[in-house]
Nanobody, 122 residues
Framework: QVQLVESGGGLVQAGGSLRLSCAASGRAFSNYAMGWFRQAPGKEREFVAA????????YYADSVKGRFTISRDNAKNTVYLQMNSLKPEDTAVYYC???????????????WGQGTQVTVSS
């Protein structure tokens, strides 16, 4: 089993920045692709960003491309999401996930964190 714990969420004004962290337990962290998803009230969970495990590749939703950056540090078993130029539309609960399937598909991920709230005010 893999345990994931997100941190770094909070309240920020539009145009500001936040960095989310996701700490994973176990030595198998490097065997998994890692993704970030978010869910706002009344909306389905949506893909935000993902990073592969071997050949390093990153993927972003169109809504965050150019503003968010995903990275990972396998030595620390941690994945990050740097969020810049935040907009009120980014307000949601952000979830970290680990999996080996389709990177942008929530159901293909095997392990999920509890989520961290990000609120962007105008």
């Amino acid at each position: 089993q893999v345990q994931l714990v997100e941190s770094g969420g909070g309240l920020v004004q539009a145009g500001g920045s936040l960095r989310l962290s996701c700490a994973a337990s176990g030595r198998a962290f490097s065997n998994y692709a890692m993704g970030w998803f978010r869910q706002a009230p009344g909306k389905e969970r949506e893909f935000v960003a993902a990073i592969s495990r071997s050949v390093i590749s990153t993927y972003y939703a169109d809504s965050v491309k150019g503003r968010f950056t995903i990275s990972r540090d396998n030595a620390k078993n941690t994945v990050y999401l740097q969020m810049n130029s935040l907009k009120p539309e980014d307000t949601a609960v952000y979830y970290c996930a680990a999996g080996r399937g389709r990177l942008a598909v929530a159901r293909d991920y095997d392990y999920w964190g509890q989520g961290t709230q990000v609120t962007v005010s105008s």
